[in-house]
């Protein structure tokens, strides 16, 4: 088991940053991947950072402005938000399974947490 916390969002302008966390404890060596849903439309993958190699992944409509990371002794993923757009506006979850741009190859996921980029 999993257990995933989310924090770091938050209301910020256009042209901002936000640095978002989520703390995983229980089976910690995992891959993990942010995603994001914004009212009425699917969840989207944003990035991920496979466990063994380190290797990241990122979806087009943010590689450049976000940057995923993880400090395994602190057992946290980061999702560096850069650059932040009004249609970055989502809630956003990060979540833990095997390395994909799937949502459906991550068992694990958190409660979410809100990000708002005012235009």
């Known amino acids: 088991q999993v257990q995933l916390v989310e924090s770091g969002g938050g209301l910020v302008q256009a042209g901002g940053s936000l640095r978002l966390s989520c703390a995983a404890s229980g089976r910690t060596a995992i891959s993990m991947g942010w995603f994001r849903q914004a009212p009425g439309k699917e969840r989207e993958f944003l990035a991920a950072?496979?466990?063994?190699?380190?290797?990241?992944y990122y979806a087009n409509s943010v590689e450049g402005r976000f940057t995923i990371s993880r400090d395994n002794a602190k057992n946290t993923v980061y999702l560096q938000m850069n650059t932040l757009k009004p249609e970055d506006t989502a809630d956003y979850y990060c979540a833990a399974g095997s390395i994909s741009k799937n949502a459906a190859a991550y068992p694990y996921w958190g409660q979410g947490t809100q990000v708002t980029v005012s235009s």
């Open positions: 950072i496979s466990w063994t190699s380190g290797r990241t």
